[in-house]
C-alpha cells in the first residue's frame, strides 16, 4: 500500500510497505500445511496438535513480520523501518526497475551499502550518500513505486541548503 501526502505538520508525505503478495501467503499456507500432515502423521494425540500449533503460529508470524518494514518520506529525511537519513546526507536518488536493480544487488560495487530489499519486490531506489566517511556508500531499497518514491525524495534534495564538503574520516575522529 503506498500513500503520497502534502508535507508540513510532520506528515509523511510519501509512505510504503512491503508486504507479501497473496500468492506467496498460498505458497506459505500450502508449505505450512505439508508440514501439518507429516507432523501429524508420525505424532499424534497432544504433542502432534501442539507442535501443529507452533509451526502455524510461527510460519504466520514470520510472514507478518517481513511485511512490517515501512518506507517513509518526510520533511526530516528518509526512513526504512526503524533507520533514518537526514536529507543533508544524501546526494542522489535514482529508481531503478527490476533489471537495474538485480544487476546492482549483484555487482561488486555496493559492499558496504545499506540494503533493505524483499525478493517479491523487483524494482526499487539506490540513495547515494554525500558523507564520504559513512561507512555505507549508499542505501538500496525495495519499492514497488520507485518512480513515485523517487520523486518524493528528489523534491526535498532540492530543498537541501547545507550538504557536507568532503568529510574524511581523519576529521570526524
Known sequence: MSTKRRSGSGAPEYTE????????WL???????????????????????LACLAIAGLSLWAGLAV???RISVDAEGFSVGPNRIEWQWVDRARGCDSRTMSTILHS???????????PWIGSGVVLRLAD??????????????PDELTDA?????????????????????
Open 17 to 24: 510497505r512491503m508486504w507479501m503478495p497473496w500468492w506467496w
Open 27 to 49: 505458497v506459505g499456507g500450502f508449505f505450512v500445511l505439508s508440514m501439518i500432515l507429516a507432523v501429524a502423521a508420525w505424532v499424534s494425540s497432544v504433542a502432534g496438535i
Open 132 to 145: 564520504r566517511a559513512d561507512p555505507h556508500p549508499a542505501w538500496i531499497v525495495s519499492s514497488r513505486r
Open 67 to 69: 511485511g512490517l518494514t
Open 153 to 173: 525524495i528528489r523534491r526535498h534534495l532540492g530543498a537541501v541548503e547545507e550538504r557536507p564538503t568532503d568529510i574524511t574520516s581523519e576529521e570526524t575522529r
Open 108 to 118: 561488486g560495487n555496493q559492499v558496504g551499502s545499506f540494503i533493505c530489499t524483499r
